[in-house]
């Protein structure tokens, strides 16, 4: 079994034997400067562990691991331009770097680098990995749009926001463990239930990014704290703050979120943050959390492999739930 800091090391290095260093530099500069950025390197990461779980020979996994991670930096580039978002891993993004055009092109250009990636998992894994890869590209568009959609809605149900991050996040964390086992040599079953484990792993995982969007701290999140708020984004914790406040509290959201108000990014920042903690709503969000997570772990008992197996990907998830950027 590889450790995951192997396996991290064997996904850096192959990130950086990716070639784009060619012309037109206007087009591919731009991918060269979003992948160097780093990154935690979670989903090619977790296809090279899944893949692992049942053959010793993940090489063969490399390629579509890859693609897993250029998709989603394909996704973080365009989103952080929808959201005009300023920093990106403690750097400008593309849009702010070089222009909003550049960043849709060079946006575009990676998803088209990503298919290319997949498009080389060998046979017989090829028939199944790429409709899985499409499906999934396409979800985290719809998980994008409705999250664009909720912004401009006042009220959203929990459940509508859970669909949603089960789409923009959850489901390519799901993806590369499902694809990772197949590759490896699992049965549908086996790869459908490290499915399963992806999705509330990836629930998990968004939730706990939305809360540290609120109390993280810039230096190690890698990115302006407070961002979903300036944005109106309905996240899980606005979402319950506006379901428990009382008046006063409904009174004070509700002058924020109205963009004819006058006040500087600190004072709405500040003042969410107040009625969050009146609400004990960071206390909430941890419990949903740790709710997810327990069902991703029990997901995994339904498994045939052994613990042994099984310890880098707990390991792994373990040490991302623990993580404060």
């Given at each position: 079994m590889f450790s995951f800091s192997q396996v991290s090391e064997r996904v850096e290095s192959e990130i950086n034997r990716l070639d784009f260093d060619r012309s037109p530099f206007g087009l591919f500069d731009p991918i060269k400067y979003t992948l160097a950025l780093g990154g935690k390197r979670i989903r090619p990461a977790l296809t090279l562990i899944a893949c692992n779980i049942y053959d010793d020979d993940?090489?063969?996994?490399?390629?579509?691991?890859?693609?897993?991670?250029?998709?989603?930096n394909f996704t973080l580039l365009h989103?952080?331009?929808?959201?005009?978002?300023?920093?990106?891993?403690?750097?400008?993004?593309?849009?702010?770097?070089?222009?909003?055009?550049?960043?849709?092109?060079?946006?575009?250009?990676?998803?088209?680098?990503?298919?290319q990636l997949v498009g080389k998992t060998a046979m017989?894994?090829?028939?199944?990995?790429?409709?899985?890869?499409?499906?999934?590209?396409?979800e985290i568009c719809c998980g994008q749009q409705y999250d664009m959609d909720f912004e401009k809605r006042s009220i959203v149900a929990e459940e509508e926001y859970?669909?949603?991050?089960?789409?923009?996040?959850?489901?390519?964390?799901a993806c590369c463990l499902k694809a990772g086992a197949l590759i490896g040599g699992a049965n549908d079953v086996e790869a459908n239930h490290?499915?399963?484990?992806?999705?509330?792993?990836?629930?998990?995982f968004q939730l706990q990014d939305d809360l540290l969007d609120v109390y993280g701290n810039t230096e190690t999140f890698g990115k302006n704290i407070g961002g979903d708020i300036l944005c109106n984004k309905k996240t899980f914790l606005l979402i319950n703050a506006l379901q428990l406040a009382d008046e006063k509290q409904k009174s004070l959201l509700a002058f924020f979120i109205n963009p004819a108000?006058?006040?500087?990014?600190?004072?709405?920042?500040?003042?969410f943050r107040q009625v969050?903690?009146?609400?004990?709503?960071?206390?909430?969000t941890r419990q949903r959390i740790n709710d997810y997570y327990t069902l991703a772990m029990?997901?995994?008992?339904?498994?045939?492999?052994?613990?042994?197996?099984l310890s880098e990907l707990k390991k792994y998830c373990n040490l991302l739930m623990q993580r404060d950027f």
């Open positions: 993940i090489e063969k996994a490399i390629q579509p691991a890859l693609s897993m991670e250029v998709l989603h989103d952080d331009l929808m959201d005009q978002a300023d920093i990106r891993r403690h750097q400008p993004t593309v849009h702010k770097k070089w222009n909003t055009n550049t960043a849709i092109l060079s946006g575009d250009a990676m998803l088209i680098a990503a298919y017989p894994f090829l028939d199944k990995i790429l409709p899985l890869f499409s499906q999934t590209a396409l859970i669909e949603m991050i089960r789409l923009k996040t959850a489901v390519l964390i490290l499915y399963q484990s992806g999705i509330f792993f990836g629930l998990a108000n006058s006040f500087t990014p600190e004072e709405k920042i500040q003042s969050y903690d009146q609400l004990f709503i960071k206390h909430l029990q997901e995994l008992t339904n498994l045939t492999v052994s613990d042994e197996q």
